[in-house]
């Protein structure tokens, strides 16, 4: 049974037009993230969620927001896509900061 | 800032030989060690973890890896690897602290021939 799961697994956007990925869970877990990994790179987090509490790296782009309507659901919104945004986005999440982190089978975006 | 390193990006070996996977990773206090697989096509599954007690840890589909302090190593092995083994292969570490940031290594791809 799938425990974490995106939607859609391929979405294609163009330059500069506002793209969301979704992402659910039914693990009931405090803590969603969100990673990007580009092409024979190693996945990269971009921020996370503990409960309702947002945390953003340091180094992710302004471009790039989320939210957490409740505690199934997470969302990735691009609101500019350039080129260099194409990567595959991988949801995960935790009970907590300590524990195992499991993933979803990600999302590619291709940016035109 | 903390990085992990895997060192060998490509690995081809046949079906029934052994597998080591090197990783370290540059951080002197406490981690938590995790080795993911990813099939084609799938997604990013856990293989194994270490969190604390015995050094050597067992995972799923006969993979083990063992962790050497004194070294910031956490190397994956299997005796004998299958066609099935066929995946990529990502380290990951986490400090013990407030963070929440899973650091990855850049991964294995290792292809199993028949």
């Known amino acids: 049974d799938a425990m974490v799961i995106q939607n859609p697994r391929y979405q294609v956007t163009q330059f500069g037009k506002p793209v969301t990925l979704s992402c659910s869970q039914t693990?009931?877990?405090?803590?969603m993230y969100w990673y990007q990994q580009k092409s024979s790179q190693a996945p990269k987090l971009l921020f996370h969620?503990?409960?309702?509490?947002?945390?953003n790296e340091a180094d992710t782009p302004d471009n790039f927001q989320s939210r957490r309507p409740n505690t199934s659901f997470c969302f990735l919104d691009i609101r500019s896509p350039g080129l260099g945004d194409a990567a595959m986005y991988l949801c995960?999440?935790?009970?907590?900061?300590?524990?195992?982190?499991?993933f979803g089978p990600g999302t590619r975006l291709t940016v035109l | 800032a903390q990085s992990v390193s895997q060192h060998n990006h490509h690995v081809i070996l046949s079906e029934a030989a052994s597998l080591e996977l090197g990783c370290n990773y540059s951080?002197?206090?406490?981690?938590?060690l995790f080795w993911y697989v990813q099939y084609p096509g799938q997604h990013l599954q856990l293989l194994l973890k270490?969190?604390?007690?015995?050094?050597l840890v067992k995972g799923i589909k006969g993979f083990e890896a063992e962790f050497i302090k004194s070294k910031f190593s956490f190397n994956l092995r299997k005796p004998s690897v299958q066609w099935s083994d066929t995946a990529e292969y990502f380290c990951?570490?986490?400090?013990?602290?407030?963070?929440?940031?899973?650091?990855f290594g850049s991964g294995t791809r290792l292809l199993v021939r028949p």
């Open positions: 995960a999440t935790s009970r907590s900061s300590t524990d195992t982190q499991y």
């Open positions: 990951a570490v986490k400090v013990v602290d407030s963070s929440y940031k899973l650091i």
């Open positions: 951080y002197g206090g406490t981690v938590n």
């Open positions: 693990l009931n877990h405090n803590v």
């Open positions: 270490y969190f604390s007690g015995d050094p």
């Open positions: 969620y503990y409960d309702k509490d947002f945390n």
